[in-house]
Structures are given as structure tokens and as C-alpha cells.
């Protein structure tokens, strides 16, 4: 009788380190490798061995197995928040601090996933820093929220000092310098974190002469992000800024320096086009944005006269 009790409470101990299978909401849907349900599946697999050898010794190497960085794609790690600037009504840029003043080191255009709770459920969202990945000291990401928005209502309780959870790196677009005659950059809203960081490694490096044509579409003037930061980037001899608002009324009612690089409405097939025929030489484009915005510049560029092998969508 005592050796069944023995049994039972030791087979109920092994049930309790079980992992627990993920919710659909803390996957992010970027196809992340690996995802939360990869590393599910690799933890059951760990739970499943040390179980049958009856060693939970082994689930305690498996914990302790040592990263070589500070961030790892399986494991959230911790980081401090250092600055919370609102850019516009619903978009934050959050600077987090890193240990010892070292870089990150990501790959230009390479996102992490960020871990939030919200009355009791675990979420988790990708976002690209904006940040170049050798900043040192400190990493920055730009953030839109939304009003019903699970992440957005966790986001908006930060402030400077709390700590947040992320892991990664992910995805990225492997550029190389010199590797294209002309990058087009299409973004909307947020979709231009992940074209800043491929941005200022082309301009940080004399000897890259691509050129880049990018073109951010938002709301409206106010709308627009990092004015300074794009302004001094469209000051380099093979960069060129163009915006595309689509609920503004009037160019006249923008700054005179915006009027000749800004088209109103949205970026059409017509537009797309004038934008591909008007790069200096032969573009390969980037496109990031909202899911519809991605799928019909997609089509836009095959109207144009690319190829699929001649373009990348984040």
C-alpha cells in the first residue's frame, strides 16, 4: 500500500514538471524558428526521455545548458526599460538598456518576440528594432498600439525602469554591401522598423554605393515617424525619401521641403510603377507593413515588372 502511495505522488511530481502545451495567442504568427510550439515539442520531448529513465537530472541539464548571448531564440530574457517617448497618439519608441554597454548584435531587419501578460494570459508579438544592431548600450524598438489590442494595453502600462521579457533574434533580411544596384523600401505605419536598420548600414558604410528609394505611406503628416532621422538620412547622395499620405487634403498644408517628395492618397499600381521606372538602376524591393499592404504591394511590383526572385516581404 505504501509503495503504490510512493508511486502515485512520484508519477504526480513528474506530471507537474510536465510543459504546458502553449496558447494560440503566445505564438506571434511571424514564423519564428524556432516557434513557441518548436520548443513545446522540443521540452516534451526532454520531459518525455527523463521521465521513461525515470533521471530528472536530466531536465536539469537541459535547463542549465548555457547561451553564448545575451539573447537566445528559446528563452526570454530580461531587459530593462530606459526611455518611453510617445511619437504620435498611438505610437511609442522604447529604449531598453543592455548589460555592460555591449551591442546587440542583430542582423539588419532580424526581429525578437516579446512576452506580455494580460488579465492572466500570456502573449507574444514580434517587433524589429529600429536601432542599428552595433548601438552600444542600448537597443530601441517602435511600437504601435491599438485600442483593443491585447499587447497594446500591456505596452502602454510601461515606464522607465520596468522590465521586459524578450528572446530572438529572428528572420532578417541578409544584406550585403554592394549586393544590389538600388534597394525600394516600401513601408506603412511600422513597417519601416525593419528598413531603418538596413538603412544606416548602407549610409554608416563609405564604401557601399547602393542606392536606396524609400517610401513611407502613413495617415498624415502628423503621422509621420523619426522626421529628423529621415531628414538627415535624405541628406546622403544615394538616398532618396519619398511619403505617401493617404488622408491628407492639401500639399500645401505640409512643410515646403515635404511638398515635392510627398504624393497624396495611396500607393498605387500607377505610383508603384513611376517609383520602379524612376530608380537610378535595377531595384530589388523590400516590403514590410500590414498584411494587406504587403499582399498588394506584392502584386504592384509584379505589375511593375519584378519578379518574385526580385523582391522580399517581411
Known sequence: MEEEKEEDGDEEAWLQLRPAEPLPAQCCGSGCKPCVFDIYCQELAWWEKAWAK???SLLRRKKEEP???????EAFQAFSISAVEPLTDDTRQVRFDLPGNEPLGLRPGQHLILRGTVDGLEIQRAYTPISHGNSEGYFEVLIKCYETGLMSQYVKSWKVGDTVFWRG???G???RPNQYGELLMLAAGTG???MLPILKEITDNEEDETFVTLVSCFKSFKDIYLKPFLQDQARYWNVRTFFVLSQEASLDRLPWSYQEKTHLGHLSQALVQELVSSC???PFALVCGPSEFVRDMALCLQGAGLTEESYFLF
Do not use: C, W
Not at 547561451?67 to 531564440?73: D, E, G, V, W, Y
Open 67 to 73: 547561451h553564448s548571448a545575451k539573447l537566445s531564440p
Open 54 to 56: 525515470k533521471d530528472k
Open 173 to 175: 533580411f541578409p544584406y
Open 192 to 194: 519601416l522598423a525593419p
Open 280 to 282: 537610378r538602376r535595377k
Open 169 to 171: 533574434p529572428f528572420g
